[in-house]
């Protein structure tokens, strides 16, 4: 597949179904680029860099979190959920300094219409290109029954010893990588074309992909970069009945937890040693 419009410069980052409020917020490390992710009182989900302008400190203060205003813990500049500084302790007094001048640095930011959120570190991206990147990800692969509505019903992370782009070779088809032993395992059915027929709908992107579980259930599996040989891989399950909450007071929930982790083990085996040139 060749690069459409600019596709390869996104990124998947979540689902819609983490940001429930104005102020609800995850934060991401991207290349060793700290991000994060806000819900403006607008509704709309902004991206800024984790910097603040006075001394470069991050401004959000854990990895999820909600805050209409945060604040670095520096100096106590404050900003709030468009970018804006709305508290410079000290300086507001001080000769041409200009609140409206000191805003975060921004990030391209994208919805589709599954509600998964996708973003760009390149600044030069331009509008066209973007609305055009996220036409062609819904024209050619949107999932029938997921949409902004979904929740969040559970999440992890793990730091993983493999390159990322062990998802992108399969996505470009290049390379196609063949499924290691545990064919039948959640991430090799997430990861690779098993060969094996399947009822469920699955949705792959450069660094992600996305499949359904059940009528009410999905799980969206992320990799981003850390370095040449890291990656941070977030699962998110997600539900579009409240209901589906009750996996959490199942045995189920655990043994998820549980089988993804080795499968993750399974994969740094398998893949723990590629060339650092592709990172």
Same mark, same amino acid.
């Given at each position: 597949?060749?690069?459409?419009?600019? #596709?390869? +410069?996104?990124?998947?980052?979540?689902?819609? *179904?983490?940001?429930?409020?104005? *102020?609800?917020?995850?934060?991401?490390?991207?290349?060793?680029?700290?991000?994060?992710?806000?819900?403006?009182?607008?509704?709309?989900?902004?991206?800024?860099?984790?910097?603040?302008?006075?001394?470069?400190?991050?401004? &959000?203060?854990?990895?999820?979190?909600?805050? %209409?205003?945060?604040?670095?813990?520096?100096?106590?500049?404050?900003?709030?959920?468009?970018?804006?500084?709305?508290?410079?302790?000290?300086? @507001?007094?001080?000769?041409?300094?200009?609140?409206?001048?000191?805003?975060?640095? /921004?990030? +391209?930011?994208?919805?589709?219409?599954?509600? #998964?959120?996708?973003?760009?570190?390149?600044?030069?991206?331009?509008?066209?290109?973007?609305?055009?990147?996220?036409?062609?990800? /819904?024209?050619?692969?949107?999932?029938?029954?997921?949409?902004?509505?979904?929740? %969040?019903?559970?999440?992890? /992370?793990?730091?993983?010893?493999?390159?990322?782009?062990?998802?992108? @070779?399969?996505?470009?088809?290049?390379?196609?990588?063949?499924?290691?032993?545990?064919?039948?395992?959640?991430?090799?059915?997430?990861?690779?074309?098993? *060969?094996?027929?399947? #009822?469920?709908?699955?949705?792959?992107?450069?660094?992600?992909?996305?499949?359904?579980?059940?009528?009410?259930?999905?799980?969206?599996?992320?990799? %981003?970069?850390?370095?040449? &040989?890291?990656?941070?891989?977030?699962?998110?399950?997600?539900?579009?009945?409240?209901?589906?909450?009750?996996?959490?007071?199942?045995?189920?929930? @655990?043994?998820?937890?549980?089988?993804?982790? +080795?499968?993750?083990?399974?994969? @740094?085996?398998?893949?723990?040693?590629?060339?650092? /040139?592709?990172?």
């Amino acid at each position: 597949m060749t690069e459409v419009n600019g #596709f390869q +410069k996104w990124l998947c980052l979540t689902h819609v *179904g983490n940001f429930r409020k104005p *102020g609800d917020y995850l934060s991401f490390n991207v290349a060793d680029y700290p991000i994060f992710l806000v819900k403006g009182k607008d509704n709309v989900i902004r991206g800024f860099h984790d910097v603040c302008r006075h001394r470069a400190y991050k401004v &959000t203060k854990k990895p999820a979190g909600s805050a %209409l205003v945060l604040g670095c813990k520096y100096h106590g500049w404050c900003y709030d959920t468009k970018g804006k500084l709305v508290k410079a302790p000290q300086f @507001e007094n001080v000769k041409g300094f200009n609140k409206s001048e000191n805003s975060l640095f /921004d990030i +391209k930011v994208l919805v589709d219409a599954n509600g #998964f959120v996708f973003t760009c570190l390149d600044p030069k991206t331009n509008p066209i290109d973007a609305e055009s990147v996220l036409q062609n990800i /819904d024209d050619c692969r949107r999932l029938r029954g997921l949409d902004n509505s979904a929740s %969040l019903v559970a999440s992890w /992370d793990f730091e993983a010893n493999f390159n990322w782009k062990l998802t992108e @070779e399969s996505y470009m088809n290049v390379n196609i990588l063949r499924p290691p032993r545990f064919a039948g395992g959640l991430l090799s059915q997430l990861l690779f074309d098993t *060969g094996r027929e399947s #009822f469920y709908q699955k949705k792959v992107f450069r660094n992600a992909v996305a499949m359904e579980m059940s009528n009410t259930l999905w799980c969206l599996i992320t990799l %981003l970069p850390t370095s040449a &040989t890291k990656t941070t891989t977030r699962v998110e399950i997600l539900s579009t009945k409240s209901a589906s909450k009750t996996l959490l007071k199942s045995p189920v929930y @655990e043994g998820l937890r549980a089988h993804i982790q +080795k499968d993750l083990r399974v994969l @740094e085996d398998k893949y723990g040693v590629l060339d650092t /040139d592709q990172a």
